[in-house]
Structure formats: structure tokens, C-alpha cells
């Protein structure tokens, strides 16, 4: 089944430290991959997005993420983490289609807290 | 400015209410959503439009409506016959619905069932 994985519930890192959230996807072919960020009682807001080319891909906030084919992952990094980083992230992944409505599939998210 | 509003932000429903959540958007896109959100569930699809009067169901439509009878809104109305309809409600647009096209959301509204 096509789906996206998201292991870690829960992440507490300290600010200023570095912060990795894993992703990992199952799909048959090359999947289109997003990383959301929500905020308390908000939506969603695109972080950044991963089509083709090269596989690590800068976003808004100071993000990045790293697609690897090999390990079936679009893991989302942070070299340093702000308190006001403190939110739920989702990633999410679809294939292209010929034409119509082409979906995307979400993980469960990963709840993040920053500690001072 | 652009973006998708949700209305209300918290509501309230006694069991056996039919209720209906606003979404509207000025963005000009095509394409509209509704998902639910459960803790430690993600986002799961329950409705999508890709073009005025016409929408699909997404995985889990059971016990909801829509319509769409204007290009810049999408409302959701949860019936009766929704189990357990107490959970967080996410509006988004697309430009057309394809995959390369970024969704953008609304705040939510929060429903809760008395």
C-alpha cells in the first residue's frame, strides 16, 4: 500500500540544538514528498517539497530535507532549533498521475518540544 | 489578503444535530478539500472538489455531505450518521488538485459533540 511513515510521535531537542525528523515513504514509484508544519490549533503551512533533481531540498524557517532513494526516506532537518519551532510536523507523499485529482497521503505526524 | 478562512473556530453539537463547518477562499483555485484530523491519526481525506458542482468522496465520507455550488466555497456539513464526529476539521485548496500543486490550508474548526 502506498503510504508515508512517520516513526517518532514525540521529539524533545534543547534550543539551539540540531534537530532531525524522520520520514520514510512506500510507494512503487518515485513519490512527490512534502514536509508541513501545525501549529497549535492552526493548518497546515508548506515547509518544503521534494519533485525531482537534487535530493536535498531547502525550504522556509531554515529547514532542509534530504530525499534517499536507498533508504526510502525524506528525512527533515534543522542544524538549530527556536523555541518558536515548538509545533506538530507532517510529511506527506503522492504519485503523479495522468491528469484528475492526484492525492496525498499524510503520516501521523511528529510532535515536537523545544526545552530551553 | 489571499488565503482560506474557516468558520467557526469551535463548535458545538448535541448528538443527532446535523451541523454544517464554512470554508471559503479567495485564491482562485480550483480545487478544494476537507480532512479531519484525530490525534495520532494525520490527516485523512473526507471530501475533495476539483471544479464548481462536482466532488468526490476521499477515504472517509461516511456520514458527511458537501457541495459545491460556487468556485471560493466548500461547505461541510457532518450528519447525524457520523459515528464519532468529535475531532479537528481542515479546509485546504489547490490550485487544480494535481500533486505538484501546493494545498493550502485553513485554521481548522474544532468540533466538538455534546
Known amino acids: 500500500a502506498q503510504s508515508v511513515t512517520q516513526p517518532d510521535i514525540h521529539i524533545t531537542v534543547s534550543e539551539g540544538a540540531s534537530l532531525e525528523l524522520r520520514c520514510n515513504y512506500s510507494?512503487?514509484?518515485?513519490?512527490?514528498l512534502f514536509w508541513y508544519v501545525q501549529s497549535p490549533g492552526q493548518g497546515l503551512q508548506l515547509l518544503l517539497k521534494?519533485?525531482?533533481?537534487?535530493?536535498l531540498v531547502q525550504g522556509i524557517k531554515g529547514f532542509e530535507a534530504e530525499f534517499k532513494r536507498s533508504q526510502s526516506s525524506f528525512n527533515l532537518r534543522k542544524p538549530s532549533v527556536h523555541w518558536s519551532d515548538a509545533a506538530e510536523y507532517f510529511c506527506?507523499?503522492?504519485?503523479?498521475?495522468?491528469?484528475?485529482?492526484?492525492?496525498?497521503?499524510f503520516g501521523t505526524g511528529t510532535k515536537l518540544q523545544v526545552i530551553p | 489578503d489571499g488565503g482560506i478562512t474557516q468558520s467557526p473556530k469551535y463548535l458545538f453539537r448535541k448528538e443527532g444535530q446535523n451541523v454544517t463547518l464554512s470554508c471559503e477562499q479567495n485564491?482562485?483555485?480550483?480545487?478544494m478539500y476537507w480532512y479531519r484530523q484525530d490525534p495520532g491519526q494525520g490527516l485523512r481525506l473526507i471530501y475533495y472538489?476539483?471544479?464548481?458542482?462536482?466532488?468526490q468522496k476521499g477515504d472517509i465520507a461516511e456520514g458527511y455531505s458537501v457541495s459545491r455550488e460556487k468556485k471560493e466555497s466548500f461547505p461541510l456539513t457532518v450528519t447525524s450518521a457520523q459515528k464519532n464526529p468529535t475531532a479537528f476539521y481542515l479546509c485546504?485548496?489547490?490550485?487544480?488538485?494535481?500533486?505538484?500543486?501546493?494545498?493550502?490550508f485553513g485554521p481548522g474548526t474544532r468540533l466538538t459533540v455534546l
Open positions: 485546504a485548496s489547490s490550485r487544480q488538485g494535481l500533486i505538484t500543486d501546493t494545498q493550502y
Open positions: 510507494y512503487g514509484a518515485t513519490p512527490y
Open positions: 521534494y519533485f525531482s533533481g537534487d535530493t
Open positions: 506527506a507523499g503522492g504519485l503523479k498521475g495522468s491528469g484528475g485529482y492526484q492525492k496525498v497521503t
Open positions: 485564491l482562485n483555485h480550483d480545487a
Open positions: 472538489s476539483q471544479i464548481v458542482n462536482d466532488f
